[in-house]
């Protein structure tokens, strides 16, 4: 079992920072992918970023490609996601996600997730 709490979210303006933090419990996390997801009001949930369990291999939807970045510490049992130059369509709950066989985009998959964050992108 693993169980993920996020953290980080906030209240920002167009053009700032945040860094978004996923806990995870469960010796199993450092032999899972994981994810992160948003979903905004009245749209369906969306894969953001995804990195595999060694952070070799990293994927980024497209809108956030060159402004986010995926990590990941194993030894703290920790996820990241920084995002940079957020605009107000960044707007959304962000969740962390996990699973040993995750179909990446397809949310349904992934077997693990956080209660969420709030991230809320001012113009």
């Known amino acids: 079992q693993v169980q993920l709490v996020e953290s980080g979210g906030g209240l920002v303006e167009a053009g700032d920072s945040l860094r978004l933090s996923c806990a995870a419990s469960?010796?199993?996390?450092?032999?899972?992918?994981m994810g992160w997801f948003r979903q905004a009001p009245g749209k369906e949930r969306e894969l953001v970023a995804a990195i595999s369990w060694s952070g070799q291999s990293r994927y980024y939807e497209d809108s956030v490609k060159g402004r986010c970045t995926i990590s990941r510490d194993n030894a703290k049992n920790t996820v990241y996601l920084q995002m940079t130059s957020l605009k107000p369509e960044d707007t959304a709950v962000y969740y962390c996600?996990?699973?040993?066989?995750?179909?990446?985009?397809?949310?349904?998959?992934?077997?693990?997730w956080g209660k969420g964050t709030q991230v809320t992108v001012s113009s």
């Open positions: 996600a996990g699973d040993p066989i995750p179909v990446m985009s397809i949310a349904g998959t992934w077997d693990y």
């Open positions: 469960g010796r199993a996390f450092s032999s899972y992918p």
